[in-house]
């Protein structure tokens, strides 16, 4: 047995330790959850809409500072307050948004270079490089000149996908990336993400409420309940046979079981200003 305590190792790129958070001290919508993100490995976070999980990146971008409990990054604590800290911070780390952010009246070409102009001094030249290799690598090189409002949904997210890896940052974090998508483009789409991870070396991690999908390419996963809590987590062959309950229902989108449908709120009937 290892003598040091310490909950950080060096497979551990980014940890998540006891932390809660609230938009609004009325509700808290992350409860004591600890995880931890190996380097180079894709994991999953697997959760029902509203759970938190666009929350939770949000804390490791250091959008969020937690309320409780601590965000490391390579060993150092995310301080949402600490400028300097964030802005290397976010050099490292490649976001997929959930809802795209993509400009839609720039070019394909464009909206890649975008990160590459902001970060960088390289010359026109090597932005041009980077950016075909980079739609290259997604399929889309021939796109480059068209307007987002010119490319289907799913085109519009492996656009996405090429313009969160323009820096080749070290992490990448994938927020929903098979919304919207065919089943072709959904495989297609999670190959991709498994070969980006293999070939650049990068850390992925994958929020999605596609259990399937995922579980096709992560290296693990964790499921977490409505009440912004960890319920279960492992490989997708530990998942697959679990007995909980709720890790049941979740896995197998099962209506009935412990997990609620409604967002929190009155009683219909009082809400109507009914009488029981
Ligand atoms: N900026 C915000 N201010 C206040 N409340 C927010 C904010 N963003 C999200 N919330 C609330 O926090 C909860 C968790 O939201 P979050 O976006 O993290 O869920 P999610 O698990 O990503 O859901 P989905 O699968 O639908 O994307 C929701 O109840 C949502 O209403
Ligand atoms: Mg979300």
Do not use: W
Request: proline fraction near 5%; charged fraction near 20%; include cysteine.
């Amino acid at each position: 047995m290892p003598s040091d305590p310490s909950p950080v190792n060096s497979d551990t790129l980014i940890e998540i330790d006891h932390v809660t958070f609230g938009y609004d001290a009325s509700r808290t919508i992350l409860n004591d959850v600890s995880l931890s993100f190996a380097r180079g490995k894709v994991t999953a976070i697997l959760g029902g809409s509203g759970c938190g999980k666009t929350t939770l990146l949000r804390l490791i971008g250091g959008v969020h500072a937690a309320t409780k409990g601590t965000v490391r990054f390579d060993g150092e604590v995310v301080d949402p307050r600490n400028a300097e800290a964030l802005f290397k911070l976010r050099r490292r780390l490649g976001m997929l948004f959930q809802f795209g952010a993509l400009f839609t009246d720039l070019t394909v070409f464009e909206n890649v270079a975008f990160p590459l102009r902001e970060h960088t001094a390289l010359s026109d030249e090597m932005i041009r490089d980077i950016v075909l290799m980079k739609l290259n690598a997604v399929g889309l090189r021939g796109a480059a000149p068209l307007r987002i409002s010119q490319v289907s949904g799913g085109m519009a997210r492996r656009v996405a996908l090429a313009r969160a890896i323009s820096l080749d940052p070290e992490v990448i974090m994938y927020d929903e990336p098979f919304a919207g998508l065919d089943p072709i483009s959904m495989g297609v789409a999670a190959n991709l993400i498994r070969t980006l991870n293999d070939t650049t070396g990068a850390t992925s991690l994958m929020v999605s409420h596609d259990v399937q999908e995922c579980f096709a390419i992560c290296d693990h996963a964790y499921l977490l309940s409505s009440q912004g809590r960890v319920v279960a987590h492992g490989t997708p062959a530990e998942l697959n046979a679990s007995e909980h309950p709720e890790v049941r229902q979740f896995i197998r989108g099962e209506p009935d079981g412990p997990v609620r449908f409604h967002y929190p709120a009155k009683p219909l009937a009082e809400e109507l200003g009914l009488r029981a």
